[in-house]
């Protein structure tokens, strides 16, 4: 059964912000049924706001001010903005999604009774695990949103569980879905040293661990180098600069700019190890995309894809905030590197790893779809 549904993401890049992340774009595109995106953008200007229609969707900036607040009035005339659009246009639809419970969740429970159609939400972690602490006055919103959702389509177990917690709140219909990556070309690891490597938006960097990754970097006895793939500000990048001084490791650790998407995995096979103790992630398909590259990883408890791999033992799970944890980590990762490295070569072999791969995401989201429409 081929279905018509609406997506409604902040995550979908478009005229308006055409550097966002390509994750729903890929799902939708490799989707085999037939998607109609309505791409919303927050902006802080009321006078900014705007439509801009493309093939197959719209992008649509509304005002809203920082921090969330006056977000329910802002997303309701977000809401009537949509629903007038599609009732221009005649428009119909078997199903609606929302790509995030934090704001596309209270945009689709509104359509979704407009339109008198069932909806799906997507749990995305970083995003939805702000709101929910940023917006305790919007709990029981939330909770209604969740529980009523036929689908919830949580990126990773962590943020389930989490925003189960929070909302005291359970939905029986719960299917996992991995955020799409296209470089999952499996690749087999070629260092013969420890030689660390990380790839992030360097704007993030405090985001993203590195100040005590450094930290705990340079208590660590023993010989290594650590690069860094990413780009960012001029600010940052001095800032970082100035850190590696202030440790002493500017010797040890480069900034190595951009690395090409296409060939991240073959990249990422060239070193030891891949260091990430983000303080917040949605997913991290990075971490994915170095275990492709058959390299053990070093990542967060209750972030990123944290839950996954509780009975996969391919690398190490640490305390983002805690330096002896992120330490000892490094330690046990370069001890275990070779049970790791084995590790994730037999999973390979064996399937175990197929989940993430786009073919099977996708999947996965369609059949779930399809099940829902024949209801």
């Known amino acids: 059964m081929r279905l018509k549904v609406l997506n409604i993401t902040a995550d979908y890049p ?35 706001e705007r439509i801009v229609e493309f093939d197959g969707g719209l992008a649509i900036s509304y ?27 005649m428009l119909s639809f078997d199903y609606i999604i929302a790509h995030k419970l934090a704001v596309e969740g209270l945009v689709v429970s509104s359509l979704a009774n407009s339109l008198n159609v069932e909806y799906a939400v997507s749990l995305w972690g970083s ?7 940023l917006k305790p006055e919007l709990t029981p919103t939330y ?17 389930r569980r989490y925003v189960e ?31 660390f490597v990380t790839v992030f ?37 001095q800032e970082i600069k100035s850190l590696l001084v202030k440790l002493g490791m500017q010797d040890r650790v480069s900034l190595k700019g951009r690395v090409d998407n296409n060939e991240i995995t073959e990249v990422l096979s060239g070193y030891h190890s891949f260091l990430m103790p983000t303080r917040s992630e949605t997913f991290g398909m990075v971490y994915i995309e170095a275990i492709y590259s058959g390299i053990p990883i070093l990542y967060s408890l209750n972030q990123g894809i944290d839950g996954y791999f509780d ?5 190490v799970k640490v305390i983002a905030g805690k330096k002896s944890s992120i330490l000892n980590g490094l330690i046990n990762l370069v001890r275990k590197r070779e049970n790791f490295v084995d590790n994730i070569a037999r999973y390979h072999e064996s399937g175990s790893l197929k989940l993430f791969k786009k073919d099977r995401v996708v999947k996965i989201f369609d059949n779930s779809i399809t099940l829902i429409g024949e209801v």
């Not at 989707?31 to 200007?45: E, K, L, Y």
């Not at 917690?165 to 260092?191: D, F, G, K, Q």
Request: proline share 6%; charged share 20%; with cysteine.
């Open 14 to 48: 478009d005229e308006i912000q055409p550097s966002k992340t390509q994750a729903v774009k890929l799902l939708l595109e490799a989707s085999a049924h037939d998607h109609f995106i309505v791409s919303i953008n927050r902006c802080s200007n009321p006078y900014r």
């Open 311 to 315: 009975s996969l033992n391919v690398g």
């Open 63 to 89: 005002y809203a001010p920082p921090g969330g607040i006056g977000l329910r009035f802002c997303i309701a005339r977000l809401t009537v903005r949509i629903l007038k659009y599609i009732k221009i246009k």
């Open 201 to 237: 938006n360097l704007d993030l960097y405090k985001l993203k661990g590195l100040p005590l990754l450094l930290k705990a970097l340079a208590d660590y006895n023993a010989t290594w180098t650590f690069d860094i793939y990413g780009v960012g500000s001029d600010r940052s990048i």
């Open 127 to 133: 995003t939805d695990k702000k709101f929910l602490s």
């Open 143 to 159: 909770k209604a949103i969740y529980a009523n959702a036929s689908l919830i389509f949580p990126a990773s177990p962590w943020i």
């Open 165 to 195: 917690e929070r909302l005291n709140e359970c939905n029986s219909s719960v299917v996992m879905l991995p955020i799409v990556t296209n470089n999952t070309s499996r690749r087999s690891p070629t260092s013969n040293e420890i030689n």
